[in-house]
């Protein structure tokens, strides 16, 4: 069974950086979603079991995500941090190989409780 559990947020000001953990295991498609209040829940970076990559352009060149070898932690690495990236950020994962594109909330069938980020101006 899979289980999500989200750890690293916080509050920075602007430029800085947070790296995200959600520990996991049982998975073929792990990404992170982030939401903010009167907003709908975005995808924001996925990795797939081939270690294949993406990231929404609003995050590209600032947001990098990856595993650690045991690829039973999933992090988000987050740079360059802005007021609109303050978010409730979440883990989500799935075991089918194919399905919905990754940016969309149907394709992951578990979800994490979420973490907090809000950058400061």
């Known amino acids: 069974q899979v289980q999500l559990v989200e750890s690293g947020g916080g509050s920075v000001q602007t430029g800085g950086s947070l790296r995200l953990s959600c520990a996991t295991s049982?998975?073929?498609?792990l990404g992170w979603f982030r939401q903010a209040p009167g907003k709908e829940r975005e995808g924001v970076a996925v990795?797939?079991?081939?270690?294949?990559?993406a990231v929404a352009d609003s995050v590209k060149g600032r947001f990098t995500i990856s595993q650690n070898n045991a690829k039973n932690t999933l992090y988000l690495r987050m740079t360059g941090l802005k007021p609109e990236d303050s978010a409730m950020y979440y883990c989500?994962?799935?075991?089918?190989?194919?399905?919905?594109?990754?940016?969309?909330?149907?394709?992951?069938?578990?979800w994490g409780q979420g973490t907090q980020v809000t950058v400061s101006s």
């Open positions: 049982g998975y073929t498609c």
């Open positions: 989500a994962a799935d075991q089918r190989s194919y399905g919905a594109p990754w940016y969309e909330r149907s394709r992951y069938a578990y």
């Open positions: 990795i797939g079991s081939d270690g294949s990559t």
